[in-house]
Every structure is written in structure tokens, then in C-alpha cells.
């Protein structure tokens, strides 16, 4: 709904110090409008032609694959890229051309807007170009590197849900404002006696003056519960790990957060409680998008939903590569021992099985033992066969898996995890972040040619490596916080061309290597799943990026281990010095 007054401009921080006749001249060219939560402001493909700003409430960007990019706060333009990709004449024809967005802009909250028009965005540029190079820093300041980290976009209002009246809300919120104080953060607590009729300005004074506003209602038909879940930039919906979800969850529609799958569960585990209904069922009737799990008072889950609510929380990504993924075990050492917490976890091929170690919650001991035991001290690929899908029958690497990670399933994991596999049948990227772990390790790890791929109902599951080996993005879309990525993909495979250019026939190589020995068919399948075009994709979008260096280790030389541990070690001490995330975990 439009409103017919005439908008004072210079309720915009960027626009403040504009003369009065830039103002009024630039005033004709504006729309001052409200915006109802979960309205759309504008949709991905249509033409942008103006530049908004944010008067009062919150606006949410959400990615051309509807994921979510980060919110637009009072006194934020959106949708400034307009100003520099549209508008121009492209061909050269006198005709300026608009381009479309990009992406979507939804109101959050009940938002007031400005529209300023492209000719009116000129005229004030024409007559104070300062403002341009201020419009310069606030993008830069967003984009950073390509889907990096930015603080910015960070929710700042949550709202807890409780699903039952034995869960207490304040006692937890009062546990979370606790650990984000010892970030330095100032944090608010609204209850219904607190906030319930209160006008939306008090809920923008509170979102002004504090770092992390925590809102708390139980579920239920209630004006309270209506509000707080309208005000928020994310929900949490606290559940008993004893207890079983009723159908629906919560009143549909109640809230744009809701409707917009910005929902988690926090599933409460006092100790002593016998499962009800698994992690699953919870995700699935809160219809939420992450599952974290809280276990009795726990401070070290306090620190990590923290850290996830101030967008401090680190996630590992790691790459396949076979053997070298050996060197991810060094990596996570000496991550560890900077004292740097790993909040989520996740890979494709063999960097996902060692993705799924550290989710399991293994010290480095237990990854050491468990890893020699599964992958080094025999060859996992060694029962092979007359090639029909395989060359190896995959018994060896199903036993070893079992023996693993026996029936955990993924929404169990105290750390969250992903691992990515490549569906043939779609030919697109499948993300597992919920089922069987090792159905999820067992398709992940499945090289074309190698192991027979998995075969999950219509789907036909082959090595995330084909498609995407190093998925930054994958993080990026669970969480805000840091990335650290370790790539072992991009160095070029130390293949011996005297193997192919002199092939033995398969007799004549068993009589020289023995059945142990992989042939090397094996390290040209490996090596011709994982090869990219481009080998650092995925590295503007990391916080940190650890390299380590493996010249002489073949993707299927599965006794490397302790040169490639040592290579992952070395890589990542000298990738986090003077690092940020090092800065911001163990300063000097």
C-alpha cells in the first residue's frame, strides 16, 4: 500500500547529508510505501528500475535457487546492483535497457519502504557525487569476495518456540544471552509480559540499541505468539528428545519466517529420556531447516548456538581426492589445537567420510585408529572383480563402513553434517543431510567405474566429485558464520604415463603386482572423476583456504597416510597464522 506523503530522505543514514535542494529535486522521483510481512518487494527475473531503502522493519534476499542470503536492515538500500547493470545502452543504439534481479527481496516484518527512481538516484548523484562512492563502499562492504562472510546479514531477532510447558524458555534464552555476552554482546530478552500489544517501533528500538534480541513464546493460537514469530528473522523451536511432535506443529502461515523455511529445532536432551520420535520427525513437522541438539545444560552447546546466533560459528568443508584426503586429518589437528571450534561439517567423496569423523564427535586419537584401520592397513578397493558397474564389488568398503559408522543417521550428529553425491538420474548434485550416514558416505564415495554406484529409489548415486568436489557453496547456504576449506583437488595427479603408453594386459599385471595392488585403470577413473576446470572453484567463497602440498602422493596410494596427515598438519598451521578466525579464537 502506497502512502501519500511526501518522504523525508534524509531518514536514510546514506542520504543524510544531501543538500535540501538535491532533496526536494530527487523527492519527486519517490515512493513511500508499506510493505506487510511476507510481501514480496521485488522477484528474481524482473526488471530492476529503482533503488529501494528500508524506513522501519526487515527485508530478507533470498538467491535465484530461493536460498537465503541475508537480511536488509532500517536505513539499507537494496537492490543498488540495478544502478550499475541496468539502465545502460548495451547496444550501442541509444536505448537503455533495465536488467532483471538477480534474486528475490521478501518483507520479513511489516517493513516500510522507500523507491527512488532511477532519474532520481542520477539527479542526486549529478549534484553530490560523494554519494556515489558511498553507494561503492556499502557494495563492496556486502559482496566482499564472492559469498564470503558478511556480519551484516546476520539475524538479529530469534524467537524461541517451546513445544511443551515442561521446556523452560527463560532459563534457556538466559543460558544463550550468557554465552553471547562473552562475545561482547548486548542482548535482550522479551517475554509476553514485555512485548505483547507493543507497537513495531519498540521492536525497532530494541533491534537498535541491542546486538541479539530473543523473543519467547510457547506455541499456541495466541496474539503473543502471532507477534513473536512475525518479528522474527529466524525461529527455533525447542523440542523434548523424549517426546513426539504433533501434526501440524504450529499454525500455518503465522509468520513470513515460517513460510519462508527460516525455522531450526533445537532438540533438548535432559539425560535419562527414551526416544519418542527421532531428529527426522522433528525437522519434518517444524517444516525447519537445520536440526541442533542441546544435551542437558551443556555450556559447550550454549557456546556453539551462540556462536550460530552471531554468526561466529565455523564450518569445515573437505575434498575428495582419494588418498590425499589423508591430509584433511592433519588438517582438522591442527585446527583443533588453535583452539578454533568446528560448528559444522561437511565434503564430498573421501573428504566427507572424514567430514563425518569429526560430526561423530572422535577426538584426533580416534580418527587416527579408525581411519588406518578402515582405509590404511588393507586396500579398501581390493575385492575386485570382472568389471560390470565396478571394478571392485564394494564389499570391503560397505564392511568397513558398518563397522564405522554402524546405523547413525545424519540428524543424530551432534555437529551438523553434509556430504554431497551426484545424481545420474537428475544429473544434478544430491546434498545428504538427513538418513542413514553411511548410505550418505557409501554414495559420496562411489567413483564411476571404481565401486557400483547406490541406488537410492528411482536415483542412481555416484561420487560427489563428479559434479562439484569442493562444495564451499553447500556450507555456505547452512550457515553465516566462518568457512575454512581444505583442498586437496586441485594439484595435478602424478599419473605414470609409462602405464598407459605400455598398458600390461590384466594377467601380466597381476603377475608383477600381485590382486593387492589397485591396477592403474583405478588412478585414471580417480583421477578423471575429480579433475575441474577450474581447480580453485570454491575458494573466494571460503574464510580460509588450506592447500596442502602433495607431489608425491597418487589419488590410490592408500599407504601415504602418514606423509599426507603430515602434509594436511603443515598446510593448515601456516594457513592460520594471522588468520582472522585464528585472531578471533586465540589471540595473542
Known sequence: MQIPLNPDLKTIPLLKDISQRAMRSAGKEARWFSLPAGQP????GELADSIYFVVSGALGAFGAGNEFLGHIRAGEPVGEMALFLGGTDQNGDGVREDKPHTGSVYALRDSEVVALSRAGWNKL???????????????????GRSGQRNVATVPKVYTLLATSPTIDLRLRARALREALMKFGQKVAIIDEV?????????????????????????IGDTSW???????????????????????????????PAQRLKLVDVLL?????????????EWLAAAGANRLFHWFGDSEADAMR?????????????????????????????????KGIPIDFAGGASMGAVLAACVSMGWDDNEIDRRIRKAFVETNPLGDYNLPVVGMVKGKRVNARLEEHFGETEISDLRIPFFALSTNLTSGKVHIHRSGSLRTALRATISLPGILPPVVDGEDILVDGAVLNNFPVDCMRELHQGFVIGS???????????????????????????GFSSPPPIAGLLMRAATVRNDPKYGHDMADLIILPDLPGIELRDWSAYDAAVEAGYVAAKAAL?????????CPA
Do not use: C
Request: aromatic fraction near 6%; avoid cysteine.
Open 225 to 255: 505468539f502471532k507477534l513473536a514469530t512475525r518479528q522474527a528473522d529466524r525461529i527455533w523451536v525447542l523440542a523434548r528428545g523424549d517426546a513426539r511432535p504433533s501434526v501440524p506443529l504450529m499454525p500455518e502461515d503465522t509468520s
Open 41 to 44: 518487494l521485488f522477484l528474481a
Open 268 to 280: 533438548l536432551h535432559p539425560g535419562t529420556e527414551r526416544r519418542a520420535a527421532g531428529p527426522q
Open 577 to 585: 597464522e594471522g588468520s582472522e578466525i585464528a585472531a578471533l579464537y
Open 305 to 337: 548456538l551462540a556462536r550460530v546466533m552471531a554468526g561466529r560459528s565455523v564450518g569445515i568443508v573437505l575434498s575428495g581426492g582419494g588418498a590425499r584426503a589423508y591430509s584433511h586429518i592433519g588438517a582438522i589437528r591442527a585446527i583443533r589445537e
Open 125 to 143: 548523484v549529478k549534484s553530490e557525487p560523494e554519494l556515489l562512492e558511498g553507494m561503492i563502499r556499502i557494495i563492496l562492504r556486502r559482496l
Open 194 to 218: 514485555q512485548g505483547h500489544e507493543k507497537p513495531a517501533a519498540f521492536f525497532d528500538e530494541l533491534e537498535q540499541t541491542n546486538d541479539t534480541v530473543i523473543l519467547i513464546a510457547a
Open 487 to 513: 583442498d586437496v583437488s586441485g594439484q595435478p595427479e602424478g599419473l605414470n604415463k609409462e602405464e598407459f603408453a605400455h598398458p600390461l594386459n590384466f594377467w601380466q599385471w597381476v603377475a608383477r603386482n
